[in-house]
Nanobody
């Protein structure tokens, strides 16, 4: 069974850091694109970052570029999101997702095939 399991969320003060992990299992994801999304209460799901598993190419919108870094560990089948200089507006449930190979710049969550259950990140002022 395909499964994506996120971890690493928690409560952190503004300016702090967290590293989220997403362990992927049940399929070979070498031909896939992995993404991170976030969703705050009452808001739509927002694209955060993505990585092409095979090449390691990454994509970030301007809102997180320079603060967040996505990476992957092939041996561990794990995708990471290193979050630095966190802001209160980063508060959200963060979701790991995967989709078939294509454009890493596609921010639409509808194109992603698999999803984790999410991990909560709360940034206090």
């Amino acid at each position: 069974q395909v499964q994506l399991v996120e971890s690493g969320g928690g409560l952190v003060q503004a300016g702090g850091s967290l590293r989220l992990s997403c362990v992927a299992s049940g399929r070979t994801f070498s031909g896939y694109i992995m993404g991170w999304f976030r969703q705050a209460p009452g808001k739509e799901r927002e694209f955060v970052s993505s990585i092409r598993w095979s090449s390691g190419s990454t994509y970030h919108p301007d809102s997180v570029k320079g603060r967040f870094t996505i990476s992957r560990d092939n041996a561990a089948n794990t995708v990471y999101l290193q979050m630095n200089s966190l802001k209160p507006e980063d508060t959200a449930a963060y979701y790991c997702a995967a989709k078939s190979d294509g454009s890493i710049a596609n921010r639409n969550p509808r194109v992603y095939d698999y999803w984790g259950q999410g991990t909560q990140v709360t940034v206090s002022s």
